[in-house]
C-alpha cells in the first residue's frame, strides 16, 4: 500500500487561528479508536432495537467451514488506530501478527491523542502532576474508572507518543503538532480544569492509522482488509485459553491461530441498536457521528462477551458533543454560552456549563437541539465569552467562521428580532419576549433565571441578529469488556482469559459517567494508542513503564 509523501516536521509547536480551531475540532470530535467509517452521519441514526437476546453466542463455527488457516503469534481485531499501533508494535517485537480488518483501509477519527510525559510536553513546558489529573478524571467520572488502567495509561502513554512522534515526524500529512488547552480560568479551577495532554496529528487519526498499518506490514504483518472477524476460538469448552479468531470474507471463513494473544481493537458499538438501548439511553433520540451502520456494531464487545468477557455495567460513557455537527451547519463556538433558547423561542438552561455536559439540557428540549442567538456585538463580545470547547482554548476565529456562515446562509439572520424568528421558525413573540427578559438580566448584572455568571451575561440589541442550530451527536461509545491494566480482558469473577485482550473503545473501565470528561479532551484516542502499545508489549512479552519517569 502506498505511503504518505515526505516532509520534515521535527518539533512540535503551538497553534492558533483558524489552523489550530480545525485542528481542535478534529481532536476532540474524533474518537473512533477501532474500524468505525467516516462516511456521512445522515442516515445514521441507531434503528429500533430488536428483542431477540443479541447477547447470545452463535454456534461455534465448524472446521468444515473453514476455507483457510493461517497461522500468527499476535491476531488483532481492528485496522482503526489501536489496531493499528497494536500491529505496529508487535511486528517491531518480530511477531508475525494477522490485522483482521472489516473496512477497506484503516478507519479511524479525529486528530488529537492525550499523554503526560512526553518529549514533546516537556520541550514546550506543557507539565503537570498526572495523578493530580487522573483524580479529576475520575471524580468527574462518578469514580468508576479502574485506577489501574488509568496508571498504565499514566506511565505508558508518555513513551508510546514518542514512539508515534519519531517514526512519523518527517511524514507529510501525519505528523505531529502540539496543541495546548488551558482551563476557563472565569471559574474556580475545577469547573473547567483542562490538562495540557493533547498531542495532535496533521492528517489527523486516520492517516496516522492508515500510516501506521502499511508500517506494520513492511515488518512482516499481514493485514486483511474486508475480512471482518466474526468469532473467537476458546479452548476447552470455552474455559480455557483464546487461541484463534475466525473471520469471513468472500471465499468465506478464515480461522488464524494466535500464539500469543488475539487483541480486540474492532472500536465502537454506535451502530448497534440493541447495545445502544442498554448501555446509552441517555442518548437516545442522538444520531451516531463517524459511522457507516455496517461497521461500528459492537463486534469486539459481543466477540468478548461470548468468549466469558465481562461488559463494563450500564450506563456508558461516550463522546457527546456538537463538533462535528449532525444535520446541521458546520460553524465553529458551538460552547460559547451565547443565550440558548429552543424551537418554542424560549430560554431553557444556564449556557454556560462545560462542553461535555451542555448536551444533557437539549434532551429535555424539542428535537434534541437548541439555537445560539446573539446580536452584531459577537465580534468583540466573543472574546468574554470563549472561543470553544475549553473557553480559553487556542482562539478560533469566530468572527470569520460566523460571517462565512451568514454568506452561505447556515447562519440565521434578521434585522429585527421578529424576521429573526421568521427566519427560524420560532414563535416570534416568544423569541421577543425571551430576550427581552435576558437583556433585563444582563442590565442587572445578576442571572436570577438560571444563574449565569455576569461576565458571560452579553445583551441581545444590536442588530442585525444571529442564530446557529446545534444538535449534538454521539461521536463514539467508549466502554467495552473490562480488563485490567494490562490490557488482558477479566471474566465476571475478574479473572484473566489467557489470550484475550481488548484496547481502544473495546475495553472498559477507563471511562467513567455519562460523558467524555473534558479535563483531559483527546483521552478517547490517547487511551486507544496506549490501550494499543500496551496490549502488544504485554502480548509480545516484552516490560511496561511502570512508574514516575
Keep these: 500500500m502506498q505511503k504518505q509523501p515526505l516532509c520534515t516536521r521535527r518539533s512540535f509547536i503551538g497553534l492558533g487561528g483558524v489552523a489550530a480551531a480545525t485542528l481542535a475540532a478534529g481532536s476532540l470530535a474524533g474518537c473512533a479508536s477501532g474500524s468505525s467509517s467516516s462516511s456521512s452521519s445522515k442516515d445514521s441514526s441507531a434503528p429500533a432495537a430488536e428483542t431477540t437476546d443479541y447477547k447470545a453466542a452463535p454456534a461455534p463455527i465448524a472446521d468444515s467451514e473453514i476455507k483457510e488457516t493461517v497461522e500468527a503469534d499476535i ?193 465502537d458499538y454506535g451502530n448497534n441498536p440493541d447495545m445502544r438501548a442498554e448501555y446509552l439511553p441517555h442518548a437516545e433520540g442522538l444520531k451516531s457521528a463517524y459511522t457507516q451502520p455496517d461497521i461500528n456494531t459492537g463486534d469486539g464487545q459481543l466477540m468478548g462477551m461470548w468468549v466469558g468477557g465481562f461488559m463494563q455495567l450500564a450506563p456508558h460513557c461516550s463522546n457527546i458533543h456538537y463538533d462535528p455537527p449532525i444535520d446541521v451547519p458546520d460553524i465553529g463556538g458551538s460552547g460559547i454560552p451565547w443565550l440558548f433558547v429552543n424551537k418554542k423561542g424560549k430560554r431553557f438552561c444556564n449556557e454556560d456549563m462545560q462542553y461535555g455536559q451542555l448536551y444533557a439540557q437539549d434532551m429535555n428540549q424539542p428535537d434534541y437541539m437548541h439555537f445560539q442567538v446573539f446580536d452584531d456585538n459577537f465580534r468583540t463580545d466573543w472574546e468574554d465569552m470563549g472561543s470553544g470547547m475549553m473557553k480559553k482554548e487556542p482562539p478560533v476565529d469566530i468572527v470569520a467562521s460566523i460571517e462565512a456562515g451568514v454568506e452561505k446562509g447556515d447562519v440565521y439572520t434578521g434585522d429585527t428580532l421578529e424576521a429573526l424568528a421568521e427566519s427560524m421558525g420560532v414563535p416570534a413573540d416568544a423569541l421577543t419576549a425571551t430576550v427581552e427578559r435576558y437583556n433585563q438580566l444582563c442590565d442587572e448584572g445578576y442571572d436570577d433565571d438560571y444563574g449565569k455568571q455576569a461576565g458571560r451575561l452579553k445583551p441581545v440589541r444590536k442588530g442585525p441578529f444571529y442564530a446557529i442550530a446545534r444538535r449534538a451527536g454521539v461521536l463514539c461509545t467508549l466502554n467495552g469488556v473490562i480488563t485490567n491494566g494490562q490490557c488482558q480482558v477479566l471474566d465476571a469473577d475478574r479473572e484473566v482469559i489467557e489470550g484475550l485482550y481488548a484496547v481502544g473503545n473495546c475495553q472498559g473501565n477507563f471511562f467513567g459517567g455519562l460523558e467524555h470528561q473534558m479535563v483531559m479532551p483527546g483521552m478517547s484516542l490517547g487511551r486507544a494508542m496506549t490501550t494499543g502499545r500496551v496490549a502488544a508489549l504485554v502480548a509480545s512479552g516484552q516490560e511496561l513503564a511502570k512508574g514516575r519517569l
Aim: aromatic share 8%.
Design 75 to 267: 491476531v488483532v481485531i481492528g485496522g482503526g488506530i489501536s489496531g493499528a499501533v497494536a500491529a505496529a508494535t508487535a511486528a517491531e517485537a518480530g511477531k508475525k501478527v494477522v490485522v483482521l480488518q472489516k473496512a477497506e483501509t484503516a478507519l479511524s477519527h479525529g486528530s488529537g491523542a492525550a499523554a503526560w510525559n512526553s518529549k514533546a510536553q516537556n520541550e514546550v513546558g506543557a507539565k503537570f502532576d498526572p495523578w493530580e489529573a487522573v483524580i479529576e478524571w475520575t471524580r468527574q467520572g462518578e469514580n468508576r474508572a479502574d485506577l489501574d488502567l488509568l496508571k498504565t495509561w499514566i506511565y505508558n502513554s508518555g513513551p508510546t507518543m514518542d514512539w508515534a512522534t519519531e517514526l512519523t515526524n518527517d511524514v507529510e500529512g501525519v505528523g505531529p503538532v502540539m496543541m495546548i488547552y488551558m482551563p476557563d480560568m472565569e471559574y474556580p479551577d475545577h469547573f473547567n480544569m483542562c490538562y495540557p495532554a493533547v498531542h495532535m496529528w496533521t492528517g489527523q487519526m486516520q492517516a496516522l492509522a492508515q500510516w501506521l498499518l502499511d508500517y506494520s506490514e513492511e515488518n512482516g504483518a499481514e493485514v486483511r482488509y474486508s475480512t471482518p472477524a466474526v468469532q473467537l476460538v476458546r479452548d476447552d469448552n470455552n474455559t480455557g485459553r483464546v487461541s484463534a479468531a475466525i473471520a469471513k470474507n468472500s471465499d468465506g471463513y478464515i480461522k488464524v491461530t494466535a500464539a500469543d494473544g488475539v487483541i480486540l481493537a474492532a472500536g
